[in-house]
């Protein structure tokens, strides 16, 4: 998923560049701001992979929000979108280090571009999972104890993921026991449910992954035991197809298809 902050006063203009963009089949979430404070405040909350920008807003145009990022952010995409050609505005913007600099009726380029981005964000973040996946191993061959395996994989899962929470389940009999997790908000630690009665048991039993874009359309989940928690999808995976001994559970506080498209319009 490429997370994007996108810049833009003008809602259809907005409504415009995002469905190039998706139906083109790069998957993308977006945060719409409109102005300065909006975007200052959106970057202090969250992280993205790229950013475009109208170059036409009063008072906060891209050049100047390019500006901004590239003191915090250097290595961010960063794509100059306006209405009109310009050569001084299209030179001052790569100047200034801006990825491109497209122009809203060319959106065939501004979806290369982004497609371009896309490409690189995959790959960086493929470096950096391979990474934390090297680290994880080294600390599991450390690990002496089941707590400090199940602390190292909740960590690991979470952060390799980018998922709001993580659960590592122990299969006790015919219990799932809720041993550790990793999460924004508490979820069900030192709990014990039937097999039978959560998908974690029911990945175990089944001997096979189970990923729910929506918890609440999915009949194997217990929707009453989730409503009090921020869970709207996940993915669990059995430890081990052979017998499992217990299961590994991400979770987001989004259903998978708001996640795709995500946009304060």
């Not at 896309?118 to 973040?125: G, K, M």
């Not at 400090?148 to 994989?153: D, K, N, R, T």
């Amino acid at each position: 998923m490429l997370r994007i902050l996108h810049l833009e006063d003008r809602q259809e203009d907005a409504f415009l560049i995002e469905n190039a963009i998706l139906n083109w089949g790069i998957p993308a979430e977006f945060i719409v701001v409109r102005d300065r404070p909006e975007f200052v405040s959106a970057l202090e909350q969250s992280q993205f992979d790229l950013i475009l920008a109208d170059n036409g807003l009063p008072g906060f145009d891209g050049l100047a929000a390019l500006k901004m990022v590239r003191q915090q952010f250097p290595s961010i995409g960063f794509i100059c979108v306006s209405g009109a050609a310009g050569e001084n505005q299209t030179r001052a913007s790569f100047q200034a280090g801006a990825t491109d600099y497209v122009l809203k009726d060319d959106l065939s380029r501004l979806v290369a571009t982004v497609r371009r981005e896309w490409d690189r964000t995959q790959l960086l973040r493929m470096n950096r999972g391979m990474a934390r996946l090297i680290a994880a191993v080294q600390e599991l061959s450390l690990a002496r104890d089941l707590d400090g395996v199940m602390a190292i994989v909740r960590r690991a899962g979470r952060e390799l993921t980018g998922a709001d929470g993580a659960t590592f389940v122990l299969r006790e009999g015919d219990l799932c026991h809720y041993a550790d997790e990793d999460a924004v908000a508490p979820l069900w630690k030192g709990q014990k449910f039937p097999l039978s009665a959560c998908i974690s048991g029911w990945v175990m039993l089944n001997r096979q992954a189970a990923v729910i874009e929506d918890i609440y359309a999915d009949p194997r989940i217990p929707a009453d035991a989730y409503r009090p928690t921020f869970v709207k999808s996940l993915a669990m995976v059995p430890i081990r197809t052979e017998a499992p001994v217990g299961a590994i559970g991400n979770y987001w506080a989004a259903a998978a298809c708001r996640r795709r498209r995500k946009s304060s319009c």
